[in-house]
């Protein structure tokens, strides 16, 4: 369709200039360390990053695989409980007046702060706390944009409903939900990035031995430090995949809009 | 032989008043008025005469204060929960998310009908209106005139015996306007609906209806009805000396009225 | 009614522990639910007792849990506020130069959206090598600094992106007025974007701070610096066994150190609350 063609053509002309910057940014570094003769623990070349990642692939798969997990299951219900969350307390006005405020100060204290506590609640060998960390995380941006979508309504839409004598639950369904989609989307790309570094972060705080924060870690430990970068370049791709994927449902579900721009 | 179809409105000492005691607002104030079956009748006059309030008073999305509404024979609220009325504002109001035709099939889902009917249905009025190739589009993609004209089919979508419109075309520039007006003639010759038109814009008001209905404000009232007599309108009609003697009438019975009410 | 919702959760603590069963509830192998005796959940009452504990058992003149975790907290506090200073510098710079410049914009704002969706946390352990082993202007680097830089690195990125999108957000009746006027960049610097941009500036300066506290807590941590909260916790952690309840203090002292960042913040927005015409949680 006419409208696909210009959009893509856009993306492709808008490529160049980050591509050239990240290509000479990499060309730079590598000449960087080789001519200052840069040890490698302040700072490795590009190409010996590169190299651990071929040798390594295989326990870096595996790290990522166990990180990514528990962000999958912390962000899936997460979502859940964000969403329903947000519908309840769009019908109940005293369930949001508790949740907004909680909302705020969440934002604030440094959740990932929690974990050794869940650790002991848990057990330090499971999984559970790391989940639950990144459930925490993803419930409040879910909550609070999808909230504030579900409470817009354009005036013109609310008259024309009730020109047509529609229930509460038909405004909600035909109106209220579409509208908030929008908002939902702007949560759920933060909490898609979030749930990661929620991940990664609640490894640094003791538990279980899997995952990428531990190998990162004890590969600095080691002073093998091409090889954490390595493996920091595999936490940078995770977090990156889960954004995407959140990017993608957004085009995905919502056709009929131009991509909203990013909100912190 | 068919019966007689009842007034579409019908108002007797309609009043609304905002708010209580010394700020109390008379929006309305005995309000009396009849448009029979198929009438297409204009309501004009100046911010603050009510002409909006009396509209949503029609549609039952406000309760008048006092007086009493009747609504193709029955309580307003009866006629909206029966969509005896179709309902199209300033601004369009189509659903983004929806393309041309889900929006024109809204009103018809919503009441049960099923999704061949609706289809079907849906693409009949937007032949009605001029659009038919542009049912899969987006509302995005139609200038203002032409989501206006989708408006238009939404709100015919129950083939209603009565059609409020709240200033439909205001936001439209004087070329499409006038467009819009003659499209609006044609369609409602077709349906035989009664219309009631609520606009800035005498000559607007004067072409399209036949009778004028003057309000102002302070309280807002009714101060004089024009009857329009043109006969079927057509694109000589604008240049008729009728036309801009009529549109002479109102423009006196609107200033006239206001030169007396202002102190 | 912040109030009322810490007092809700206060009383759901208390709650669970009441009705659950001590070894948490089961789903298979592993807990859905969990350990509800005093080791793993120790009463609020023993929780807020444990601030008046001397820190270690025994030894007079040794201190109170409450007066290290406020040293802690005092710590970590000015290494994150360094940090925070320098990010939020140096992302402001970042954002003037990416408004002026619209190649510069193009090029480089891909990476910086982007970065704020990828863990650049986890190259806090990265940074632990530079200490004691780097020089730079003659100044040794200490490992407090190390701690700041990841600090400064994570305000850095939402700072950028939120003055840019301030400096960019005047519609162009307001930029085209200040043209016929013959402003120049600078004066349409001063008095139409920076005003316009207090709106964006200070949500993303919330979000700065509270990412800079985490940067400093976690980094703190990688690197085994002690004297901060990252380190409390982290001792505290592994004392467990001994006295359960002693990790919450540490932990609340965090959660405080937080709010507190966040808070002065806050204050912030409200003094300049005359530029905001926009309210963004």
């Known amino acids: 369709m006419r409208t696909g063609a210009v959009w893509s053509g856009r993306v492709f002309i808008g490529l160049w200039p980050p591509l050239l910057f990240g290509v000479a940014f990499l060309a730079l570094w590598e000449a960087f360390v080789l001519l200052r003769d840069i040890e490698p623990f302040v700072l490795p070349k590009p190409s010996a990053i590169f190299e651990q990642v071929r040798l390594n692939f295989d326990p870096i798969l595996e790290a990522t695989r166990s990180t990514g997990t528990n962000a999958l299951v912390g962000l899936a219900l997460g979502l859940v409980a964000g969403l329903m969350a947000a519908l309840l307390a769009s019908r109940l006005r005293p369930l949001e007046e508790l949740l907004t405020p909680l909302s705020a100060a969440a934002a604030a204290i440094p959740i990932v702060a929690l974990t050794p506590i869940l650790n002991t609640m848990f057990s330090s060998t499971s999984s559970t706390p790391r989940r639950l960390i990144v459930l925490v995380y993803v419930f409040f941006p879910i909550f609070v944009n999808t909230l504030k979508g579900l409470r817009q309504i354009d005036p013109v839409h609310a008259e024309l409903m009730r020109s047509y004598a529609a229930s509460p639950w038909t405004v909600t369904r035909i109106v209220r939900l579409p509208r908030a989609l929008p908002f939902f989307f702007t949560g759920l790309k933060i909490a898609s990035a979030g749930a990661v570094i929620a991940a990664i972060v609640s490894e640094y705080f003791g538990g279980l031995q899997q995952g990428l924060g531990p190998a990162i870690t004890s590969a600095a430990a080691a002073s093998a430090y091409p090889r954490a970068w390595a493996i920091v370049c595999a936490a940078i791709a995770l977090g990156l995949a889960f954004y995407l994927v959140a990017v993608l449902a957004e085009r995905l579900a919502m056709p009929w809009q131009r991509p909203q721009g990013e909100t912190t | ?263 | ?281």
């Open chain 3, 1 to 281: 009614m912040l109030l009322l919702a810490l007092v809700l959760l206060a009383a759901g603590w208390e709650l669970y522990k009441l009705v659950a069963p001590d070894d948490g509830v089961r789903l298979g192998e592993s807990l859905i639910l969990p350990r509800s005796d005093d080791a793993s959940m120790p009463h609020l009452a023993r929780i807020a007792e444990v601030f008046g504990e001397q820190e270690v058992a025994g030894v007079e003149g040794g201190g109170t849990v409450l007066a290290s975790v406020l040293a802690a907290v005092w710590y970590s506090l000015r290494l994150a506020a360094a940090g925070f200073a320098v990010g939020v510098a140096v992302g402001f710079l970042l954002a003037l130069a990416m408004q002026r410049l619209r190649v510069l914009e193009r090029a480089l704002l891909p990476y910086v959206v982007l970065s704020q969706t990828v863990p650049l946390i986890a190259l806090a352990p990265l940074v632990y090598g530079w200490s004691g082993n780097l020089s730079l202007f003659g100044l040794d680097w200490q490992p407090w600094m190390s701690v700041s830089v990841i600090a400064a690195y994570l305000a850095f990125f939402p700072v950028a992106i939120g003055a840019l999108r301030g400096l960019s957000s005047p519609p162009p009746v307001q930029t085209e007025l200040l043209a016929a006027c013959a402003a120049s960049w600078s004066q349409t610097l001063v008095r139409l974007r920076l005003p316009a941009s207090v709106g964006y500036v200070i949500p993303a300066l919330k979000l700065a701070a509270a990412s800079a506290i985490v940067g400093a807590i976690v980094a703190e941590i990688s690197i085994g610096l002690s004297g901060g909260i990252g380190r409390l916790i982290i001792s505290y952690a592994q004392q467990a066994t001994g006295d359960p309840a002693r990790i919450y203090a540490p932990i609340l002292g965090a959660a405080a150190m937080g709010v507190v960042a966040v808070g002065l913040v806050a204050l912030l927005g409200l003094a300049l609350r005359r530029y905001q015409f926009q309210e963004a949680a």
């Open chain 2, 1 to 263: 032989m068919s019966a007689p179809r009842p007034p579409a409105v019908a108002l007797e000492g309609v009043g609304k008043r905002f708010g209580t005691g010394a700020t109390a607002v008379d929006a309305l104030t005995r309000i009396d008025l009849t448009v029979a079956a198929g009438e297409f009748v204009a309501l004009i006059g100046p911010s603050g005469c009510g002409k909006s309030t009396l509209l949503r008073i029609v549609g039952d999305l406000i309760a008048p204060t006092d007086g009493a509404v009747r609504v193709n024979g029955k309580s307003a609220r009866q006629a909206r929960l029966d969509q005896d009325y179709g309902i199209a504002f300033q601004s369009a109001g189509l659903l983004e998310w929806r393309t041309v035709q889900g929006n024109v099939e809204l009103p018809l889902a919503l009441h049960g009908l099923g999704r061949a009917k609706r289809r079907a249905q849906a693409r009949e009025l937007l032949e009605l209106v001029g659009l038919g190739d542009f049912g899969a589009h987006r509302p995005s993609q139609l200038s203002g005139g032409m989501q206006q004209r989708v408006a238009i089919a939404r709100a015919l979508a129950r083939r209603p015996a009565l059609l409020l419109m709240d200033e439909p075309f205001g936001a439209l520039d004087e070329m499409t306007r006038e467009r819009m007006q003659s499209e609006l003639i044609r369609i409602c010759a077709e349906t035989s609906a009664a219309v009631v038109f609520v606009t800035h814009s005498i000559p607007e008001a004067v072409f399209l209806s036949q009778r004028v209905v003057v309000m102002s404000p302070r309280p807002g009232r009714i101060t004089q009805v024009v009857d329009v007599p043109l006969g079927a309108r057509d694109e000589d009609t604008r240049e008729a000396d009728q036309f801009y003697a009529t549109i002479t009438d109102v423009r006196e019975a609107l200033r006239g009225r206001a030169r007396e009410a202002s102190p």
